[in-house]
């Protein structure tokens, strides 16, 4: 809903008519515009006034007034209301006036001019409103993260109906609407003080469509949308971590009418494991020694994510020192690279030891002893 204030002299400083522009009179059919407007590009076309401003403006203008009047709607609108009956509607928008130009013998004028003359409003109108976005929480095992899997997911959502492909309307059964006369849109005129108040605003028959269901569909009974359960597959690459997002584009809810549909968000979290703590692309896993192992050195076998490793104790190893197994971690999603599983060392003391352990032992210590005395 937009408001605009309109003085009354407001009228003769904008623009002209436009079938004073085009130099037809009002009963003029589409054969008449469009002989008008070969005769007057034919005049103002930017390749017989190179450089020249006023005929570039004037082009812009004639190309206006032929958009609105050669086609049935916006001409009827325009016919109605008047210019304001066109705002928010880019008249250009969905004209070829390269192939128009091509037609009459003119040179389509390169895309950069094309781009100055009709690129500035067409944008902003392009510019089409979205439905909403979705998100689904996916969690997986770090196990199914190391990998990457298939995921089916089910997905509530609402899409265009496939019986109605979303008009609502039984068979296609709809006709104009005859409030806005098709157009959609609708002027409402206020006096006051301090001028007219003209409010446009969408019309509230038929909701801006411009057309009026006959019969509604009976499927999606005539909402153009269905509430359904949807199955999709999404591929999950290996090594995603927590706070990891896959977007699916446009798998989101449907809009209605000409709506993109919004994406759908999957949000990856993964399960903390019982065995492997995960930090980025690295993996730690702790393991207890005894004192001969960590003295003399070992070979141990390790688990590591994708089966088991050999890990080589160094003799002298402390306790809470950390050992690397290269390349034993995570992959990062996209590259070969792949992270390291790093295991803590805990060194454990003895309990319950046998005599000859303790022999073995003390007799380790009296070493120890004689070794310090010397
Ligand atoms: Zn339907
Ligand atoms: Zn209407």
């Not at 705002?87 to 070829?96: A, F, L, S």
């Given at each position: 809903m937009f408001l605009s204030a309109v003085t009354p002299s407001w009228q003769n400083m904008e623009a002209r008519d436009y079938y004073e522009i085009l130099g037809v009179?009002?009963?003029?059919?589409e054969s008449d515009i469009k002989r008008c407007y070969r005769a007057l590009a034919m005049r103002y076309h930017p390749d017989r006034n190179p450089g020249d401003d006023e005929a570039f403006a004037q082009m812009k203008e004639v190309n206006e007034a032929y958009a609105v009047l050669c086609d049935s709607q916006k001409r009827r609108l325009y016919d109605l209301y008047g210019r304001e009956g066109l705002?928010?509607?880019?008249?250009?928008?969905?004209?070829?006036f390269s192939s128009l130009f091509h037609e009459f013998g003119l040179g389509g004028f390169g895309e950069s001019l094309f781009g100055s003359m009709f690129g500035q409003r067409g944008r902003q109108s392009r510019e089409r409103r979205k439905a909403a976005d979705l998100r689904y929480n996916l969690t997986l095992t770090l196990e199914e993260a190391f990998l990457g899997v298939e995921q089916n997911l089910e997905i509530p959502r609402r899409r265009?109906?496939?019986?109605?492909r979303g008009t609502g309307a039984k068979e296609g059964a709809t006709s104009t609407c005859e409030r806005c006369h098709g157009t959609g849109q609708f002027v409402r005129e206020r006096k006051t003080g301090i001028g007219v108040f003209r409010q446009i605003g969408v019309?509230?028959?038929c909701q801006g469509s411009g057309t009026i269901i006959k019969e509604p569909c009976s499927l999606c009974e005539g909402r153009g949308l269905l509430e359904e359960v949807s199955e999709l597959t999404v591929s999950i690459p290996a090594g995603v971590d927590s706070g990891h997002t896959i977007r699916l584009q446009g798998e989101g809810e449907s809009g209605e009418g000409s709506m993109a549909s919004g994406d759908l968000y999957v949000v990856i979290s993964v399960e903390q494991h019982p065995v492997f703590e995960r930090n980025g692309d690295d993996l730690y896993i702790s393991r207890e020694i005894g004192i001969a192992q960590a003295a003399l050195g070992a070979k141990l076998s390790i688990p590591a994510i994708d089966g088991d490793a050999t890990l080589e104790i160094p003799p002298g190893t402390q306790t809470g020192s950390m050992l690397r197994l290269h390349g034993k971690g995570m992959p990062r999603p996209g590259s070969r690279h792949r992270g390291h599983l790093y295991v803590v060392v805990q060194v454990t003391t003895p309990t319950g030891l046998s005599e000859e352990q303790k022999d073995l032992l003390a007799r380790f210590q009296r070493l120890e002893q004689d070794r310090n005395q010397r």
């Open positions: 009179d009002r009963t003029a059919n705002n928010g509607v880019n008249p250009t928008e969905g004209v070829d265009t109906c496939t019986s109605c019309c509230p028959d």
